[in-house]
């Protein structure tokens, strides 16, 4: 098992993007461990009595040599309200790195986020770059301004967008995106339930290798409290600690086609 780290991290950045989302960039004294796309953090939420529970946020970049990770926040209640209160200078604790990462496989891979769950891609999207692999990058939200990062994604890749309301990309979801059938060779996911089984069944019908990352509720993160159980092919098991991620093979049940 690797080692898990509970430590501090000075703030060095904080961007708003947005009514909807900010972006920490968080740096620590020492070298960061090794991180794996798709592995999240636990973040300790000071400051409001009624958050006991830390919250988990994907690693949305990694600087290795500057020593340093961004968080990509979506404000939907009030530990990540809160947290949006925090300014460059300030202290937050994380215990990291957690769970099971994307396996970076294919040579034409399409990564699919919606909402939050476009946090992880960034990481991913260089992971490939670093391998040499150009990977397609398929976002999708209502509105424009839920889509809260582009220029990143487009050093690492092909960026394409699908916004339900038509204000950027092309009308309509994900997986209604006149390129989502092109001839991939891998598909990772990651976003709300509905859009992951959707672009999950479609793989697994087209036989595309695919990986899927789970958002399930999590409190302890480490796999002590069984909060984030999901029921997949092979029995419960623990989002935190064998996800987030998961071989969509193994999740048949899950997106409904057993
Ligand atoms: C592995 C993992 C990685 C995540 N990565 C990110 C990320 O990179 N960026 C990001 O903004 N968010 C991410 N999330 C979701 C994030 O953890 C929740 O949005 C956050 O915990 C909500 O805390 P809160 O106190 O603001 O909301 P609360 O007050 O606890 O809840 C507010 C609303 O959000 C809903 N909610 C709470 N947790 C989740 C969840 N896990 N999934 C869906 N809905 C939820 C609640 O049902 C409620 O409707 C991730 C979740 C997981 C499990
Ligand atoms: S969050 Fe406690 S076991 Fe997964």
Not at 55 to 75: C, G, K, M, Y
Not at 128 to 157: D, M, Q
Request: glycine fraction near 12%; include cysteine; charge should be negative.
């Amino acid at each position: 098992m690797r080692m898990k780290h509970i430590t501090d991290f000075t703030i060095v950045s904080r961007k708003q993007l947005g009514d909807h989302y900010f972006a920490l960039t968080l740096r620590h004294p020492d070298q960061l461990p090794p991180i794996a796309a798709g592995q999240f953090v636990e973040v300790e939420v000071q400051g409001n009595r009624d958050v006991m529970l830390r919250r988990p946020i994907s690693i949305h970049d990694v600087d290795p040599e500057e020593n340093t990770l961004t968080l990509l926040v979506q404000i939907v209640g009030k530990g990540t309200r809160q947290l949006a209160q925090l300014q460059e200078g300030d202290r937050l604790n994380l215990i990291y790195p957690l769970g099971h990462g994307f396996a970076v496989e294919g040579q034409h891979p399409l990564l699919v986020g919606g909402g939050a769950g476009i946090a992880p891609l960034l990481h991913l999207a260089k992971c490939y770059h670093a391998k040499g692999v150009r990977p397609t990058i398929l976002l999708g939200g209502r509105t424009k301004e839920l889509i809260p990062v582009r220029e990143a994604f487009e050093s690492y890749g092909q960026l394409l967008i699908a916004t339900e309301d038509g204000s950027l990309g092309e009308k309509g979801m994900v997986t209604q995106h006149s390129q989502f059938v092109a001839p991939y060779d891998h598909i990772c996911t990651c976003g709300p339930t509905p859009m992951m089984k959707a672009v999950g069944r479609y793989a697994v019908e087209k036989g595309i290798g695919c990986e899927v990352s789970l958002e399930n509720m999590m409190a302890c993160g480490i796999g002590a409290c069984l909060c984030c159980v999901t029921d997949t092919d092979e029995g419960h098991k623990c989002v935190c600690k064998e996800g987030p991620v998961f071989d969509a093979l193994r999740l048949k049940k899950w997106m409904g086609l057993e």
